[in-house]
């Protein structure tokens, strides 16, 4: 009877350790990433914001980590050509997304999401895009990320407010958390919508720019919620920014990315974002082809 008892209390034993080492929940110690694009926001009302204190979930990421200061040195600034630049780390002479009105399909093979899966296995890294755009970035035959949206294991795409996409990105993250490493995409329209509608650094802009904040809390709350938080790096950025007081982007190519990792450069570019991604998820990208135009941040 008593070495049945030790072999009850043996075994007890070994399921806290399974089940607390996330081997039974999919979790793992490896890197994921959320990168997530506040469309339209301009440095300056972003720092003019968190210098107020209101901006308070990026504020935190900041202080934890890094400020980099971006530019767009070979593309026009909107939303189609800035997150094909993002997601891709390419110029429009490769992507064929040129600007909003003139676009094309990605080639098959070139986002960031299939040089995940590619690299690292599909059933190794589970990849979603949330998106607030349904044109921009949209899954349909015919627009930009048409191939990405074949290989992603989740992809919404549906005109929604910073509130609604916080609440779809806090169930894939808890999702995606138990499945394993993840890397996940998501997108608020908000601040860019106010931005055309009345123009840049407005009141009514900075109340979008504030919501998407909050929206964006709701992603790290799930990120905290589901335990993954130590081994989550978090990348914030825009694809464009507004010339000041105008409702057009024409022109403003003066960025910025937020991130909780520490140590990286104060100024880069663009598409520097993607062979940064890469590197902090362990995947080498010198010898990928075509050869990347950007370098890492780190």
């Keep these: 009877m008593k070495k049945l008892k030790n072999f009850y209390f043996i075994n007890l034993c070994l399921i806290i350790i399974i089940i607390s080492t ?20 301009s ?9 107020s204190g209101k901006l308070q979930n990026l504020t935190g990421i900041y202080k ?6 971006l530019s767009i040195t070979d593309h026009f600034p909107d939303t189609m050509s800035g997150h094909a630049q993002m997601l891709t780390g390419y ?11 003139r676009y094309k399909e990605i080639p098959s093979g070139l986002t960031l999401f299939e040089r995940l899966e590619d690299s690292l296995g599909e059933d190794t890294i589970f990849t979603g895009i949330i998106a607030s755009q349904e044109k921009s970035l949209g899954s349909l035959h015919g627009l930009p990320f048409y191939h990405a949206g074949k290989i992603v294991d989740y992809y919404y795409d549906k005109n929604s407010d910073a509130g609604l996409v916080g609440s779809v990105a806090t169930e894939a993250v808890h999702h995606f958390a138990n499945q394993g490493r993840f890397f996940i995409f998501i997108h608020f329209r908000d601040a860019a919508d106010s931005g055309y509608a009345f123009g840049a650094g407005t009141q009514k802009q900075l109340d979008q720019i504030i919501n998407v904040d909050a929206g964006t809390g709701m992603i790290l709350n799930a990120v905290r919620d589901a335990g ?5 790096m978090i990348f914030i950025t825009t694809d464009h920014g507004f010339n000041s007081g105008q409702t ?13 990792e520490l140590g990286l450069n104060e100024t880069g570019d663009q598409k520097d974002i993607v062979p940064t991604v890469l590197q902090k998820m362990g995947v080498p990208f010198e010898n990928i082809t075509p050869v990347y135009p950007g370098i890492s941040l780190i």
């Excluded at 081997?23 to 506040?38: C, D, F, H, R």
């Excluded at 440095?43 to 210098?51: F, G, I, S, V």
């Design 22 to 41: 996330g081997i039974v929940s999919g979790k793992t110690e490896e890197p994921n990433a959320i990168l997530i694009s506040w469309d339209g926001v």
């Design 228 to 232: 993954v938080a130590e081994n989550t």
């Design 64 to 69: 934890n980590g890094s400020f980099v200061n």
């Design 248 to 260: 057009d982007d024409a022109g403003q190519n003066d960025l910025w990315l937020i991130t909780n």
């Design 43 to 51: 440095k300056d009302p972003l720092l003019e914001l968190m210098d």
């Design 91 to 101: 110029p429009p002479e490769i992507t064929g997304v040129f600007k909003s009105m």
